[in-house]
């Protein structure tokens, strides 16, 4: 896991994720904009992915535990492909709404992913 | 209670609007406790058998509790209204416990503290899936159509 990858994901998706809840609760459908924040989200996920695979291989290991940090991951990167896919049956509002909800949700998990992998001492 | 009963149906039903909403919330925290039970049994289930076991306990309670809405039949009701009725009395039991005798809790749980380290999530989602139930009863003559 890249630190600063990391917190461009955050800038990401924090506010892609308010601008969904703003977006849906004032009853935009799903749009390319709400649905292309969420995708961004997820793409970003399997570059951190990729990351965290090669990082140790350059030195940069975890510092907390690795099935925690992974179960994270993986948790995250199933998140907003379920959103994406609800958006696309579902084309209300309030789909939206859990578009921005799918992407806080991921900007907690990273969070605490930083954590384990940079913070916390084992 | 078959698959094309409970899908695709129209807005007049329970899983319409906000509910949608709820049902989603309530699927990651489904994860989310999943996850971290998961976690704490295959790292260390020695080490706290009663806290990880609850954390095992609440997650299936929260995944069955996230189909109990989904579905808009009567026996799904009551399950859901079950479920989400022991989700409460956990959060409330486990986070006072949690406080007034930590030694019994010293491995977190989603419960304990009343669920702070989800954001007391855990604490509110079921006084709203309970309001939700109560102005959402189910309706079969409405659902179906």
Redesign the interface.
């Known amino acids: 896991m890249i630190e600063w990858f990391t917190w461009f994901q955050l800038a990401i998706a924090v506010p892609g994720g308010l601008l969904c809840i703003v977006l849906g609760l004032v009853g935009r459908k799903p749009t390319d904009l709400t649905m292309g924040a969420t995708a961004l989200v997820e793409l970003l996920l399997i570059v951190q992915l990729a990351a965290a695979i090669a990082a140790p291989l350059a030195g940069n290991t975890a510092t907390g535990s690795l099935l925690e940090f992974y179960t994270y991951l993986v948790s995250a990167i199933l998140l907003p492909v379920v959103a994406g896919f609800w958006a696309l049956v579902e084309r209300s509002r309030w789909s939206t709404v859990i578009l921005g909800v799918t992407c806080l949700s991921v900007a907690v998990m990273l969070y605490r992913m930083n954590q384990i992998w940079n913070v916390q001492g084992s | 209670m078959t698959k094309s009963q409970t899908e695709m149906t129209g807005p007049a039903n329970r899983v319409s609007?906000?509910g949608?909403?709820l049902i989603?919330?309530y699927?990651?925290l489904a994860?989310?406790a999943t996850?971290?039970s998961?976690?704490q049994i295959?790292?260390a289930f020695d080490e706290a058998p009663l806290a990880y076991s609850l954390s095992a306990l609440a997650a299936v309670v929260y995944i069955v509790a996230t189909i109990a809405l989904v579905r808009r039949t009567l026996l799904w009701y009551r399950i859901a209204w079950f479920t989400i009725g022991f989700e409460l009395l956990g959060v409330l039991v486990v986070g006072t416990l949690s406080l007034v005798d930590p030694a019994l809790f010293q491995h977190a749980t989603v419960w304990s503290v009343y669920g702070s380290g989800y954001l007391f999530i855990p604490l509110v989602l079921p006084l709203l899936g309970m309001w939700w139930l109560a102005s959402h009863p189910p309706t079969p003559s409405r659902s179906r159509a």
């Open positions: 609007g906000i949608r909403l989603a919330v699927g990651v994860l989310a996850g971290r998961f976690v295959v790292r």
